[in-house]
DNA sequence: TTGTACGCGTTATCAC
DNA sequence: GTGATAACGCGTACAA
């Protein structure tokens, strides 16, 4: 069943169902009724692929995420796609391998499909070397790009973002404030946003006059769901004979593998040991205690990436940059 | 850049072009090279919306997904895309509300960009009412369609699930065999893995010849993320003289919620009260004592979908019924 | 082995 | 207000 069908049925020419269904007005309202009530009883919807092939476009935001299961990114997919539907963009899904080359081919079948927009979601994508980020400056010369809580100056990239320097620095003054002394760093990634949340960190000691103990700075790789290894390896730490009176994380699970230390070392949190996370997540709330985390404003970032790509899409003039305002989250295992 | 731009540098016709980016065996090793040559040097890529107008397929798998921000369904999500993936299948994700009539949508939506298949992720989709389903029905009649941990009968209609009546039967009876005398049930969903886990609870007192009390089976509807709610109900339930020893849910995050009741009436898990939580996520190794939960077995139903949905697009004969067995996950908070 | 010509189902640009 | 017709870019019988 295709026009030509339905322009037979109605008495009119192809021209015309073309019009009607695409809400022209120059079509009478008698001519109009009558093609309508053929679509409707012969059930007829529009190939998609021949529209998209004259159009050259299928209204179809592309969306590049490191790992749909993650919770935090499981979330912005959440928002995200529920807010492109509401501008009727379909959003096709890609979780790419977190290697350069994975990613590269990922934004590939995207723009090879001809997505309208692409949305990188968190800041894994935006590598340290530059030349690293040419697929990203590649990619943008063919489609709009939003990044999700990352940042990057190109042409056609767009970023919206939470300040996490800023927000981890407020985290680590909060801990300082309440007695802290020796404050322990947990990070799992030197990606840009991991360097960021570390600078924030040193920046928040230098702000009280304190200098900085190296050693009270970890790097967690791949154990970010790995509760046991985390609680092990700070067990191994304070065997070793370093002193901490607080774990502040650069992610929730790191903070739960804190809680879980703190139980095996039988230290009472908050008060021999304060923790804060990052991302304010469900974990927090499983936790016993609950834990203090840094929101970052999934939400609003998200519902913005949406907003930014739209109005490109639509030819208005965008802020190439947009950055919300990270919250600690109060909770038990602090002070 | 087309097909003739490329016929034309190449100094041959499009079908010549055309056999090269299809491997063709019909195209002598020197042409090929030569084609090949300029389609790197232009940087060619076929054309998606063209290519999908003649094959009538862009191999697409559509997802209908209630919830990509929900632990259990975000973890399939992952899964299925990856493993389409592998099969060169991209994957257009739809988050449907909850509403019969956005599901329809949803699925409207999915067919009428010609996708090749839809996978219905978890059970919300299936009615209880008969005529409820009619939209899977019709849908079917389009496209194959596999259910992620569902169970419907009807032609090009593929189940791919885990006996969740059998896996909550198991847990019971493990509680009751550790003792415990007053179970109390607590379940959030109606539909039919809700039904089969209730199932599964009254068979598993039944089996040991224990009476069902009515009273210690509760509808916790809107509260699976709402971890204080369960908690404060829970007090309540006590406070009203019910008795239960142990609490067995149909969602992890409930257990969460047990746990947290727990605390707040001074009852030591699992010496007082036994929790046992459903789904295995995540959420039960955050929680302090960590959970005790059914495995369901996720990944294998999962990687079950893509190869049903693949064996049935290659034509092949499939199974429309496989059943995977879920496995009780025993940790600290039962005895 | 290679080339020609048509079909796929739209939308858009003209005429009338 | 309506209709004929040309793109859009590819795959593929069929012919050579």
Chains 1, 2 share one sequence.
Do not use: W
């Amino acid at each position: 069943m295709n026009i030509y069908d339905i322009s037979e049925k109605a008495g009119v020419s192809i021209a015309t169902v073309s019009r009607v269904l695409n809400n022209s007005p120059h079509v009478s309202a008698k001519t109009r009724e009558r093609v309508l009530a053929v679509i409707n009883d012969c059930e007829y919807v529009p190939n998609a692929f021949a529209r998209g092939l004259g159009l050259n476009t299928m209204k179809t935001i592309g969306l590049l995420c490191p790992d749909a299961s993650d919770a935090y990114l499981s979330h912005a997919l959440a928002i995200l796609e529920k807010s492109f539907r509401k501008y009727h963009y379909d959003c096709l899904l890609c979780c790419t391998e977190r290697t350069l080359e994975a990613r590269q081919q990922g934004i590939e079948m995207l723009t090879s499909r001809h997505v309208d927009g692409i949305v990188l979601m968190g800041s894994t994508f935006v590598e340290t070397r530059e030349k690293d980020n040419a697929y990203i400056r590649n990619a943008a010369k063919q489609v709009p790009i939003v990044l999700l809580n990352a940042s990057y100056s190109c042409d056609n990239v767009y970023c919206v973002m939470c300040d996490e320097q800023r927000a981890t620095m407020e985290a680590t003054q909060y801990l300082l404030d309440t007695g802290r002394k020796n404050i322990l760093y947990l990070y799992h990634s030197k990606n840009y946003n991991g360097q960021k949340k570390l600078a924030g960190y040193r920046a928040a000691l230098e702000s009280r006059g304190i200098a900085v103990n190296e050693q009270l700075i970890r790097f967690f790789a791949d154990e970010k769901n790995d509760i046991p290894t985390v609680r092990d390896k700070l067990l191994a730490l304070r065997e070793s004979g370093l002193v901490f009176d607080a774990v502040q994380t650069s992610e929730d699970m790191l903070a739960i593998g804190a809680v879980k230390y703190a139980k095996a070392a039988k230290l009472s949190v908050p008060r021999a040991l304060s923790v804060v996370g990052y991302n304010n997540s469900s974990f927090c709330l499983c936790s016993e205690p609950e834990i203090t985390s840094v929101d970052n404003k999934l939400q609003a970032v998200s519902e913005q990436c949406v907003a930014t790509m739209m109005g490109v899409l639509e030819g208005r003039e965008m802020p190439q940059k947009i950055v919300f305002t990270g919250e600690l989250v109060k909770r038990d295992s602090t002070l």
